[in-house]
């Protein structure tokens, strides 16, 4: 397992507001609303949430994990989850996508959900209660820190997350070294376009409405590549703002030539 998170100078700040953010939104479907994310001042639309789910998928989960999704994509769907598998999610929030993939890899699998928001994990039980779901767990943690052993999942995924850490090095580092070799990642994440700045995406949006943090698509790439992933796929799915779009990320960590290694 890894030791906790560099915290970078400046980025407290922003992870704890992050945290907030989140915590309020499972405060809020707690109390019987629903949660919203979104780049402001962009509409909140189709763009977010729990639209982006099949119909059959959300009718077969309890009404608070449905109410709870906050994502940009259906990462369950872009993974291609099989019987028996592994699954990480990482930022787990309301546990929407950690019941799906339950569901997929059957009894002979597991799913797991990381987030770091007490809030939203006393949420995501309770779902997972509601839904009678018996190989799901739930761990509390920093998705650049993952508490789980190196090399014991087959799958990692993430629902508009990523694009929210202050390190995202670490995170696919992390998310490398706890998948087994040959395992791979299936990712809904916001992605901008090459050309925007830093400061560009800042004017589209805040970082906490899954905006102003996004990497683009080269840096993305760069990042896994980095990590040691092979055969990216990053492909844009439907536009979230100007230049900024909901994309699906797809990689894989290679076997090596020897195995044993």
Do not use: W
Not at 63 to 88: D, I, K, M, Y
Not at 111 to 138: C, H, I, S
Not at 174 to 195: C, M, N, P, Q, Y
């Amino acid at each position: 397992m890894s030791d906790q998170p560099t915290v970078l100078p400046g980025t407290t700040h922003l992870r704890e507001t992050v945290r907030l953010r989140y915590a309020a939104a499972a405060v809020k479907v707690t109390d019987g609303g629903t949660a919203c994310c979104g780049p402001q001042p962009v509409e909140v639309d189709e763009n977010f949430g729990a639209t982006l789910y099949a119909a059959d998928e959300r009718d077969a989960l309890p009404a608070e994990a449905v109410a709870a999704s906050l994502g940009c994509g259906n990462p369950t769907a872009v993974a291609e989850l099989r019987e028996g598998e592994r699954v990480l999610d990482l930022g787990s929030g309301g546990g929407i996508d950690v019941l799906l993939s339950a569901r997929r890899v059957g009894p002979t699998g597991k799913a797991y959900g990381l987030d770091m928001t007490e809030e939203m994990l006393a949420l995501a039980l309770d779902n997972a209660e509601r839904a009678g779901a018996t190989n799901v767990e739930f761990l509390k943690g920093a998705i650049e820190a993952i508490p789980l052993p190196a090399h014991t999942i087959d799958v990692v995924i993430s629902n508009c997350v990523i694009n929210l850490s202050v390190d995202k090095p670490a995170v696919f580092a992390e998310t490398f070294r706890v998948l087994k070799r040959g395992g791979r990642i299936g990712i809904s994440d916001v992605v901008a376009d090459d050309a925007l700045t830093p400061e560009q995406r800042a004017e589209r949006g805040d970082y906490v409405g899954c905006i102003a943090g996004a990497l683009s698509f080269a840096e993305y790439r760069a990042g896994l590549e980095a990590a040691g992933f092979t055969d990216i796929e990053i492909t844009p799915t439907h536009p979230v703002a100007d230049g900024m779009h909901s994309a699906t990320v797809r990689a894989t960590k290679p076997v090596p030539a020897d195995a044993s290694s």
